[in-house]
Every structure is written in structure tokens, then in C-alpha cells.
């Protein structure tokens, strides 16, 4: 039998990673060709390693349809007349990640069945289908397309050939899902091919529509699946807690770690390619730390300490902590020259004195790196915040998260040790005072300056200005050396020299965690048991109080005008919730009254920025325009606290209306609306003033400065009263 793969693959560099040549090398063992189809130029050293493959050519191509365009245009080039001398045809993508064990099991299996196609999963059949461009009013049950099989029968027949030459064209993500993975499964058992998934995990419909992404430890273990998906680990996590609780990528991470598979070939790939915050997110990266487990520690790593002391009352806090630590860890403290005069003396640490600029304070953890495998560094950056208590805080979680005592340090020797894919570890993300809002967001003009830093210092990750930085913005982190030795010193200083110590520490400290992703490391958070029982109290508090939770903070309404009047009775009132199959925010209601308009109403109390905002009625396609918001091509922005859309439409009682947003980004907003009514003080009037500059930079592209600008005079001018 003369078997025939084609593999499509794409990565914005052209890298091919070691996950990919496993997966070659297990489809060889049982394909006479494979045609490697790259969406894009392949780099030098991947494409010389693929061209010593035995059977294997090479076809680059624009990145034009996604995979299913490489695909369509591979079989026309290879020829449907030659596609007849093949007995299989296995078409395959770069989404997935393994094997896992073997595919010998599977291709014996399934070569007992009298088949047309068969593939590795099932997609679940859903009652609608959100897209336009499909053909069907529902989502059909069908293979998903990452690994598919066509036998003799059907790769021969006009049916497959006129498939693909009638194929629609495919232009964005969306395309590819509605106008060819939903349909085609359906479209040939129509016309009378048999098919069949390998994994059947028909027992788990009732629990979810798409087994693989929400439950792949069940298919891998229970089911002899074989692969798993590469998004798995990177995943939005809004879509992961749409369905579960978003443990799902940690937990097949682990499992495939227990199993012997190496890990590493994915935080290769991850750290190079994903954000670190999906990341973070999606492997759940937490250590619960617990002051009273002894470890018997007998690797060799060696850890230093170096403390930064600026503040007299910052002493008696810190030498709380390191008399209770071991004799044989080296503690370096930096003290400037005031402290100095007063013979400030630690008992268990060297002592030496910080001139207190940004080239000193790189060049103690570059001198540390020759000496050290794992390296402390404790400090509060001079950020200025205007409470003194928020910055002490912050130490207090580092000590008791670092340094509690010796049980401490010895697990956190024992994470590196166990853990080769962990480059740094940070305290928890601070919620308190003025941390919370700078770890939640980017401030625009920090993170053009880390971005730069980061160009300048020739470090290549997946930056984005809408994912928060896991930098220790605390000014405290524990690090590996091998991280430290990847920085290029003299340039970084050079970088940083005409910046004041404040903002090139910041800049230094939000670059970190992307060093250590450049070095295909992952970061974590350290949590002690007493600050993880602050941590959980203060993120009830959020998701309670202050309107994050789904009910509370999607509520959308819709106002019914019926004779040229709103009234109160005549509203309908939904949740906006994301869609986990589209990646879309989605609201639905019915029509209450006879009416030719409706005023939406997205959410109230906060500003918000929606992009690809899209109406239909009964399906089909309705103007909907921002009444007090500003149109800028696709986006809109709402500076507003109650933003308004309006659709003009003869709707009729119980037309259904359905509204959909790519991006729906929410600005809080209550601190402007407070600020402008006046009675705040300076410094919560400070805050009002920072919010509304960066609401001004991020988007200045909307061409609205004037109006944001007459906000904040608004703000100036009650505080002066």
C-alpha cells in the first residue's frame, strides 16, 4: 500500500520545534510520503534537519487560508489524478503535540475498520452554530481536523476532488472552523462515506462538547489517546473557566511529567511562542510553601542572598527574618550611606554600602551570579507610592514567602531542583493599595519602555500590552543564575543610564520574567500558608464586592422604544458571557414589544472599548451603532459610565436579537465619575488624574484627546475647590 501525509504547519519564525520532528518521526513509521506544507518560510537549521527525513519534501508557501488553505493548495498541486495512486491519505497540523505512546494501537485498530475516513476525535454536535458562513443552522458532530484519514475509496472519488476545488475562500479563523472542520465530516456522510472516530468518548457528551481540550487526561489515560493539543498550555483563560475551573492545562502537564513524557519539548515551544500570562494562567503556576515541612535537602545548590536596605524602619523587619535563617546561606546587604553612620550591624550578614543608582544595583546580581545557582534578591524599589505602609507590605510578603525560615528556602531549592523548566519565582501578585492597579495593567508608557528594553536587548517573546507583566514590581524575586549569565550587563546599563533609579528599576524588574522566558523558563508565584489565607480573602472580596463576578459584571439590558419612549417596564435584561466554541462575547433576548428601534446597553457604572461588534435579528445582519460612544473602523470606545448602542429594525414581539463582540474591555471607571462630582482629596484626585492620562495614551489613536482632556480639567478643577 502507497500511503501519502501531509503535514501543515505554521510559526510566525519559521522555528521548528522537537515536538514536531517526534510527531514526524512517529507518522514516517507508517506513511511512504510526507509533504511538509509551511505557511511561511521555514528557518535554516529546522528545514535542514526536515530535509534529512528519508520520503519527506518541503512545500512553503504565504500564509494564506491558515492550515486548510495549505492543505487545499497542496492537493491541487500534488494533482487529484495522482491523489488516486495513494491507498491513504492522513492529513495532520502542528496543533497538536505527542505522541504520547505509540500510534501503532491505533493504525491497527482502526485498519480493521470497513471505513471511507476515520479520524483521531470528535467535536460533540451543538444545537446552533454562531457562524453565518456555515452552511448548517447547527454545529454538526464531526472529526476534528488536526488528524483526519481518507482511504482509496474517497481520495479517488469527484466528491473529494470537487470538495476541495469548490472550497469557500478562507480568510480568518472563523472561516476555517465554520466553512470546513464543522462541515466536513457532514458533507460526506451525505454523500454516503462511512466514517469513525478512534477515540470514542461518547460516554463524556453529557459533560462537555469538545472532550480533548476539557478533558484530555481522561482520553490520554482512559482512552489510549495518543496527542493532546498544543493550546492545552497557552489557552485564554476566560475560555477555560467558561466551562471548568481551569486546571485542566496544569494538571495534563503534570500527568504527561508522572508518565515519562518530556515536558520541556512544551515550555520550549510555549515560552517562545505564547504570552506568559496565558501561560501562567493555564499551567495554574503556584507554590503553596509551608514553614513547618522539614526537607531533607541534599542537592548542591548554592543560594545567596542580597538585600537592598534604602529605609531605616526596613532593618528591624528584615533582621527578624534572617536570624532564623542557617549559618551556611551568605547574606549580602546593601545599605546606603546614611544607614552606614549609624553602625547599623547585622549579625549574620555582610555588610556594604549602596550608592544607589540603577549600574551598582545590576552589578550586585551580576557579581552574585559567578557565586550563587540560586539567587534572592530583597528589596522595595524607591517608587515613590504615596503609601509608605503599601511598600512594607510588599516585603513582609516576600520574607514570608522567601525566607520564614529554613524549611522555607529548602523547598524552594527543591522546586529548582525538581522543576528544570523553572526559571523564577516572584512573590503573589500584589491587590492591595497602588500594586494593585499597576500589576493589573500596563501602564502605556512603561510598557513602551520595557518593550524597547527588551528590542535593544535583542530578547524576543510574545510582549502584549493587553496581558499584565509578571514582573516583581515588590522590587523581591529568587532567580537562577543561568538566567543572570543570558543578560547582556554592560549594554542593559547603557540602556538604562539616562533613566532616573526608580523607572529604570521598574523597567528592569517588568522586563525579568521576560529574560526568563527568553530562556525557554517559566516563572511562578511562591505562596506562604499566612499569605495565601490573605491572598484568598482579598480575591473574594474582589469577585464578590467588586463586581467580577459573571452576573454582575456582563449585565446587559435592552431598551424597547414604543411610542418614542423608553420606559422602565419595557426592558429586557441578559448576561454577556463568552462563547468557548466561537471566542466571542455573546448576549441573546427576545424582542418584548413591536418597535423600529432598541437601545443597548452593554453594561453600566464603567467605560468600556469593544471591538467587531456585530447584530442580528432572527440571524440576520442589523446596523448597530454607538449612540454616546466613538466609532474608530472596527472598535468603538465609550467614555461614558453608561454606554449606548442603537439598532433601528422593524422588530416584531419575540424576534430574537443576538449581539456579538471579538473584544469587550471594560474600563473601571467609578474613580472618574467619583472624581469628577468633586469631595476627593488630592491624592485619590492624583489617581483620577494618572487614570485618565493613560486612558489618553492607550487610545490616542481614536483621535478624542480633546474630549478626554475636558474630563480631567473637569477633575483639576473640583479639586482646587
Request: aromatic fraction near 14%.
Amino acid at each position: 500500500m502507497r500511503k501519502l501525509c501531509i503535514y501543515s504547519f505554521y510559526d510566525k519564525e519559521g522555528i521548528v520545534d522537537r515536538f514536531v520532528f517526534d510527531m514526524l518521526e512517529e507518522v514516517k513509521k507508517y506513511f511512504d510520503e510526507i509533504i511538509f506544507v509551511s505557511n511561511g518560510p521555514v528557518e535554516s537549521k529546522g528545514k535542514k534537519k526536515l530535509e534529512s527525513i528519508e520520503g519527506l519534501s518541503i512545500f512553503e508557501r504565504d500564509n494564506k487560508g491558515f492550515d486548510i488553505g495549505g492543505i487545499q493548495e497542496t492537493l491541487l498541486k500534488t494533482g487529484f489524478e495522482n491523489l488516486k495512486n495513494y491507498d491513504e491519505l492522513l492529513i495532520i497540523n502542528s496543533s497538536i503535540m505527542g505522541p504520547v505512546f505509540s500510534f501503532k494501537e491505533m493504525f491497527d485498530e482502526m485498519s480493521k475498520e470497513e471505513l471511507d475516513f476515520w479520524g483521531m476525535t470528535v467535536y460533540k454536535k451543538m444545537k446552533y452554530n454562531p457562524w453565518d458562513s456555515s452552511r448548517f443552522d447547527y454545529i454538526p458532530t464531526h472529526l476534528q481536523s488536526f488528524f483526519i484519514v481518507i482511504r482509496k475509496n474517497m481520495l479517488g472519488s469527484l466528491d473529494f476532488e470537487k470538495y476541495w476545488k469548490e472550497l469557500p475562500s478562507i480568510n480568518t479563523y472563523d472561516d476555517a472552523v465554520s466553512k470546513h472542520e464543522v462541515v466536513f465530516t457532514k458533507h460526506f456522510e451525505e454523500l454516503g462515506y462511512t466514517w469513525r472516530a478512534y477515540i470514542q468518548s461518547q460516554k463524556y457528551n453529557d459533560w462537555t462538547n469538545y472532550h480533548l481540550n476539557y478533558m484530555p487526561i481522561k482520553l490520554i489515560k482512559d482512552l489510549k489517546c495518543p496527542v493532546f493539543k498544543r493550546k492545552s498550555f497557552i489557552l485564554d483563560y476566560r475560555v477555560y473557566l467558561g466551562v471548568t475551573k481551569g486546571n485542566e492545562g496544569r494538571d495534563l502537564f503534570n500527568y504527561l511529567d508522572s508518565i515519562g513524557y518530556d515536558t520541556g519539548k512544551i515550555v520550549e515551544n510555549i515560552t517562545r511562542t505564547a504570552n506568559q500570562f496565558d501561560i501562567r494562567c493555564s499551567l495554574n503556576s503556584n507554590y503553596q510553601i509551608y514553614s513547618d515541612k522539614n526537607l531533607v535537602n541534599d542537592n548542591n545548590y548554592k543560594f545567596g542572598i542580597i538585600i537592598i536596605i534604602d529605609n531605616l524602619d526596613e532593618i528591624e523587619i528584615i533582621n527578624g527574618f534572617i536570624e532564623n535563617l542557617n549559618e551556611k546561606i551568605e547574606i549580602n546587604i546593601y545599605v546606603t550611606n546614611n544607614i552606614k553612620r549609624k553602625n547599623i550591624t547585622f549579625s549574620k550578614a555582610n555588610i556594604f554600602v549602596h550608592p544607589g543608582n540603577i549600574k551598582d544595583y545590576l552589578k550586585y546580581i551580576q557579581e552574585a551570579a559567578d557565586k550563587y545557582d540560586l539567587l534572592l534578591f530583597l528589596s522595595i524599589p524607591p517608587y515613590g507610592l504615596s503609601n509608605r505602609i503599601a511598600e512594607i507590605l510588599s516585603l513582609e510578603t516576600a520574607l514570608n514567602s522567601f525566607v520564614k525560615n529554613d524549611n522555607v528556602i529548602k523547598q524552594i531549592v527543591d522546586m529548582f531542583e525538581n522543576n528544570k523548566s523553572l526559571g523564577l519565582i516572584v512573590p503573589p501578585m500584589a491587590l492591595h493599595s497602588e500594586y494593585a492597579g499597576v500589576n493589573r495593567s500596563w501602564n502605556k508608557s512603561t510598557y513602551d519602555k520595557v518593550k524597547d528594553l527588551l528590542l535593544k536587548l535583542n530578547i524576543k517573546v510574545n510582549l502584549d500590552i493587553n496581558k499584565p507583566s509578571l514582573g516583581p514590581l515588590g522590587g523581591s524575586f529568587i532567580i537562577r543564575s543561568k538566567v543572570i549569565n543570558y543578560i547582556d550587563w554592560n549594554k542593559l546599563v547603557e540602556l538604562e543610564r539616562y533613566n532616573n533609579y526608580s523607572d529604570s528599576l521598574k523597567n528592569f524588574l517588568n522586563s525579568i520574567p521576560y529574560i526568563v522566558q527568553a530562556c525557554n523558563l517559566l516563572t511562578y508565584s511562591v505562596f506562604s500558608e499566612s499569605e495565601s489565607e490573605i491572598y484568598i480573602n482579598e480575591l473574594l472580596y474582589l469577585y464578590l464586592e467588586k463586581d467580577t463576578h459573571p452576573k454582575n459584571y456582563f449585565p446587559a439590558k435592552f431598551y424597547h422604544r414604543v411610542k418614542g419612549v423608553f420606559s422602565e417596564d419595557k426592558i429586557s435584561q441578559d448576561i454577556i458571557k463568552l462563547d468557548v466554541d466561537s471566542r466571542k462575547f455573546i448576549v441573546n433576548t427576545n424582542i418584548k414589544y413591536k418597535c423600529n428601534f432598541i437601545r443597548f446597553d452593554p453594561i453600566e457604572g464603567n467605560s468600556l472599548s469593544t471591538k467587531g461588534i456585530e447584530a442580528y435579528v432572527n440571524g440576520k445582519k442589523v446596523s448597530i451603532e454607538p449612540i454616546n460612544g466613538y466609532r474608530h473602523g472596527y472598535s468603538d470606545l465609550f467614555i461614558t459610565d453608561d454606554p449606548m448602542y442603537g439598532i433601528r429594525h422593524k422588530f416584531n414581539r419575540n424576534d430574537i436579537i443576538r449581539i456579538e463582540f471579538s473584544q469587550f474591555n471594560i474600563i473601571y471607571s467609578d474613580e472618574l465619575d467619583k472624581g469628577i462630582t468633586g469631595n476627593r482629596n488630592q491624592q485619590y484626585g492624583k489617581k483620577i488624574n494618572n487614570a485618565l492620562i493613560d486612558i489618553i495614551n492607550h487610545y490616542e489613536k481614536y483621535n478624542i484627546k480633546k474630549i478626554i482632556k475636558k474630563n480631567l480639567k473637569k477633575v483639576k478643577n473640583k479639586l482646587k475647590k
